[in-house]
C-alpha cells in the first residue's frame, strides 16, 4: 500500500519522473534524506522542471509534500523553488498548503557551503566530489549535535544562542585550518530570522502527519534521492553522500515505524552513470569512450543539480542485486532503455575479478572495488522503435525483451515499469505497486 522509491545504483536513475507517476496514486509524498544535491527532473506536457528539494509529487493537485527530519534543508533554496514554481504557475493551491516541512530537519547554512568548498578544495584528504551545497557539513553537526534545526529558525532567542556557538567553532576552522575569511554572525541571524518568519506555515510535525496517515490507511510515497551505492553505511564509502539514502533510510527519515512501507522500488537505468569521484566497475570512458560519448549525449547525461558530465558505463548487474539486497526492493523501474536504441549489442556485468579471484558480491571496502575487472555478458542490441508506439512489452523489440527477462531473473524480482522516453506518457506500468 506505501511504497518506498530508491536509487537502485549511483543516483540519477529518473527517480524524478517515477515519482512524479506514482503521485498521482499517493497522498502523501515525503522526502526523508539528502538535501537540495539532488535533482529530480521532470517533463509534463513538453515542460521541463526541475526540483532539488520540493518532493516531485507538487506538480499534482490536492497531494501533501512532506519534507521530513531526515532531511538537511536549506531554506534560501527551498523558497527560490517555491517562488519558482508559483512563478511558472505549477502549483494548484498557496504552497503552505501542499508543502510541510519537519521542525526537526536540520538547517544547511553559508558556513556549511563553505566548509563543503573548502573540504573539497583545500584540504590533502581525499576529494569526493561533492555538489557543494554544504549536505556533508549539515550531517556533520547533526551528528555532533551542533545543528540548527528548523524549529529552532522560530525561536530567536535559542537562535542566537546555537548561532553564536557554531559559528565561533567554524571560524577557528577558517581561519586557522583552512586560511579562508571567517564569517559573521549577525547577517546570518539576520537572515535566519526572516527566512524562519516565512516558513512558519510551513512548519510542522511531519513524523505526527505520518503517523496519523497510516493510521487511516492513506497511500504515502517515500521518495528517496541519490541512489544505494551513494549510501553513507552501504555505498562506496568515502565515495559516497551524507546520509542513509537506502529504503531504510525512510523509516528513520521521516519518524515512521516498521511497516510503513509495504513495497521498495529501486529505479535503475538500463546502463549506468556515476558523478563525482569513487569506483565505477563497469566505467567505459577510457575502454569504450565513443560509445560513453554517445550514451551521454543521447542520454543527456548531464547532472541536473550540477551541470558535470556523468562518467557512463554498462549495466553492473552484480551491483543491482546488492541493491536488490539492501535495500529490500520488491520490483524494479528500468529508466533509459530507448537510449540504447540501435545499439548492435549490449553489456552487462555479471561478476568481478579481483585479484584473479572471481567473486559474485559488491566488496565493502572502495579500494577494492577500484581494482576490480568485470565480467560482461553480451547481449544482442535493440533496434530503432517508436517509444510513443509502445502499449504494451509485446510491442517492444524482443532483444529488449530478452534483456530485460536477463536483469529480472539475474537479481531475482520483477521490473514493474519500464520508462521509454522523458514524457509522462512514455512509460509502461506493467504492476502497480501501490495495489501489491
Ligand atoms: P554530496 O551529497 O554533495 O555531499 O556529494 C557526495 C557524492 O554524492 C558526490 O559524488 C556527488 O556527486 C554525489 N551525489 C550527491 N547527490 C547526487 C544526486 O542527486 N545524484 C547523483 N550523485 C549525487
Not at 550514451?295 to 558530465?309: C, D, L, P, S, V
Amino acid at each position: 500500500m506505501n511504497v518506498v522509491i530508491v536509487g537502485a545504483q549511483w543516483g540519477d536513475e529518473g527517480k524524478g519522473k517515477v515519482v512524479d507517476l506514482y503521485s498521482s496514486k499517493a497522498e502523501y509524498i515525503v522526502r526523508y534524506q539528502g538535501g537540495n544535491n539532488a535533482g529530480h527532473t521532470l517533463v509534463v506536457n513538453g515542460k521541463k522542471t526541475v526540483l532539488h528539494l520540493i518532493p516531485s509529487g507538487i506538480l499534482h493537485p490536492g497531494k501533501i509534500c512532506l519534507i521530513a527530519n531526515g532531511v538537511v534543508f536549506d531554506p534560501t533554496v527551498f523558497f527560490q523553488e517555491v517562488d519558482s514554481l508559483v512563478a511558472s504557475d505549477a502549483l494548484h493551491g498557496p504552497a503552505h498548503e501542499a508543502i510541510r516541512v519537519s521542525d526537526r530537519a536540520h538547517v544547511i547554512l553559508p558556513y556549511h557551503r563553505m566548509l563543503d568548498k573548502c573540504r573539497e578544495e583545500k584540504t590533502s584528504q581525499t576529494k569526493i566530489g561533492t555538489t557543494v551545497r554544504g549536505i556533508g557539513p549539515a550531517y556533520e553537526d547533526k551528528v555532533t549535535r551542533r545543528g540548527i534545526r528548523v524549529g529552532d529558525l522560530l525561536r530567536p532567542e535559542i537562535l542566537k544562542l546555537k548561532l553564536t556557538q557554531a559559528v565561533e567553532e567554524k571560524n577557528c576552522l577558517f581561519e586557522h585550518h583552512f586560511g579562508t575569511p571567517k564569517v559573521e554572525l549577525a547577517p546570518i541571524y539576520e537572515e535566519c530570522l526572516k527566512l524562519g518568519e516565512r516558513l512558519k506555515p510551513f512548519v510542522a510535525d511531519v513524523s505526527q502527519i505520518l503517523i496519523q496517515a497510516l493510521k487511516h490507511k492513506r497511500p504515502v510515497l517515500f521518495e528517496g534521492a541519490q541512489g544505494t551505492l551513494l549510501d553513507i553505511d552501504h555505498g562506496t564509502y568515502p565515495f559516497v553522500t551524507s546520509s542513509n539514502t537506502v529504503a531504510g533510510g525512510a523509516l528513520t527519515g521521516s519518524g515512521v515505524g516498521l511497516g510503513a512501507a509495504t513495497q521498495a522500488i529501486g529505479i535503475t537505468k538500463a546502463y549506468t552513470t556515476r558523478v563525482g569521484v569513487g569506483p565505477f566497475p563497469t566505467e567505459i570512458e577510457v575502454t569504450e569512450k565513443e560509445t560513453a560519448e554517445k550514451i551521454r549525449k543521447i542520454g543527456a547525461e548531464f547532472g541536473a543539480t550540477t551541470g558535470r558530465a556523468r562518467r557512463v558505463g554498462w549495466l553492473d548487474l552484480v551491483a543491482l542485486k546488492y541493491a536488490v539486497e539492501v535495500n529490500g526492493l520488491t520490483g524494479l523501474a528500468l529508466t533509459k532503455a530507448d537510449v540504447l536504441r540501435g545499439f548492435d549489442f549490449v553489456k552487462v556485468c555479471t561478476a568481478y575479478s579481483l585479484g584473479g579471484t572471481t567473486i559474485y558480491e559488491m566488496p565493502s571496502r572502495s579500494e577494492d572495488l577500484a581494482r576490480i575487472e568485470p565480467f560482461y555478458e553480451v547481449l544482442p542490441g535493440w533496434h530503432e522503435y517508436d517509444t510513443n508506439s509502445v502499449q504494451g512489452v509485446e510491442d517492444l523489440p524482443v532483444e529488449l525483451q530478452t534483456y530485460m527477462k536477463f536483469i529480472e531473473n539475474f537479481v531475482g524480482i520483477p521490473i514493474i515499469l519500464l520508462s521509454t522516453g522523458p514524457g509522462r506518457e512514455e512509460t509502461l506500468q506493467l504492476q502497480d505497486p501501490f495495489s501489491l
